[in-house]
């Protein structure tokens, strides 16, 4: 009986590491988690893993190639909230209108909130600018597709964790030092990456418009995107699909950038006028599963500059 009841735990434990990225065997989440984070990006979850180490519990709410534009949260979600210490989430808009209600649960209830995103010297989105000028700008949430302001979240989030947990503060700002090392070494990774392409050809167009920060940081021309907007959440006009095949065959673009969890049937259709080929398997919105090569933000960062040298070199 009792052979059955560990196999059972066991089982049962796989099952939720499998299911449920950051869900810890039940010892662990009894005695020694000290703060429950719950995440609303996978991205932000990894950094607050690599920061907390494992005293710190991180929930991530928005599953592997889901896209984070259009993301609901169920009722699970709403307990993990509801349980959480703190919630770390991106803003500038990237979550829906759902964020707003939980945070004001979270204010209720004492626990910490911290958007990301505006802290890492966001900036303006231009396909946003172009399509409605208007008074209020726009900022692009994309900002960890740049992993030199990777390094100023991972900061932000130790400091946010040191003062939930102020006993290990010392131990999150070592952890965040630490892995700002490892983000430097993904930074002269990418470089030297791209070493390959020489900067006449660093042209990309992609699913929406996601790649600004990397762009900027690394020298590349985002010419076009099938949704032109920083959101995912409406379709292209017909006069926007127009001027898309115009600035692909304008600019020589090579390739047609599609992101995982975004719905490729236009980039298929304009890559069928254009006779430039689709490349699959970008990854901006969410990691990848747990436990593949893109279940890190290292991993996802690399997979991805490994597609696009490909294609363009
Ligand atoms: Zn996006």
């Known amino acids: 009986m009792r052979h059955f009841s560990v196999a059972l735990w066991l089982v049962a434990g796989l099952f939720g590491v499998a299911c449920t990225r950051g869900t810890l065997p039940p010892s662990q989440q009894a005695s020694e988690v000290r703060v429950n984070v719950v995440s609303t990006s996978s991205i932000i979850g990894d950094w607050a893993r690599q ?21 609901q949260p169920g ?6 909230v509801a349980d959480a210490d703190l919630v770390l989430f991106v803003g500038l808009n ?8 939980t945070i004001t649960n979270v204010e209720a209830k004492g626990a910490s909130h911290l958007a990301v995103g505006p802290l890492v010297e966001p900036m303006l989105a231009s396909s946003e600018e172009e399509r409605a000028p208007r008074a209020e700008a726009v900022l692009d949430p ?31 700002r070592d952890n965040a030092v630490a892995y700002s090392k490892k ?23 992609t699913s929406h418009d996601s790649l600004g920060y990397f762009s900027e940081r690394y020298g590349f021309r985002v010419v076009g995107a099938i949704i032109p907007g920083i959101s995912t959440e409406r379709d292209p006009s017909a006069s926007e699909m127009a001027d898309l095949v115009d600035a692909i065959r304008l600019n020589d673009a090579k390739a047609i950038f599609v992101e995982a969890a975004v719905d490729d049937r236009m980039a298929r259709r ?18 990848g599963p747990v436990d593949s090569d ?3 933000y290292d991993g996802m960062m690399r997979r991805n500059v490994e597609i696009i040298v490909k294609a363009l070199r």
């Open 51 to 71: 920061v907390g180490g494992d005293g710190v519990g991180v929930v991530d709410l928005i599953p592997p190639g889901v896209d984070p534009h259009s993301f």
């Open 75 to 80: 009722a699970r979600d709403i307990v993990s």
């Open 94 to 101: 990237l979550e829906g209108q759902w964020l707003r209600e």
């Open 142 to 172: 994309h900002f960890w597709m740049d992993p030199v302001r990777a390094k100023l979240a991972v900061l932000a989030i130790a400091e946010e964790l040191a003062k939930v947990d102020p006993g290990h503060g010392d131990e999150y």
């Open 183 to 205: 983000l430097d070494d993904l930074h002269q990774w990418i470089n030297a990456e791209l070493q390959d392409v020489p900067l006449s050809d660093r042209i990309l167009v």
């Open 270 to 287: 304009i890559s069928e006028e254009t006779g430039v080929p689709v490349v699959d398997g970008l990854r901006v919105g969410t990691l």
């Open 294 to 296: 893109i279940g890190t």
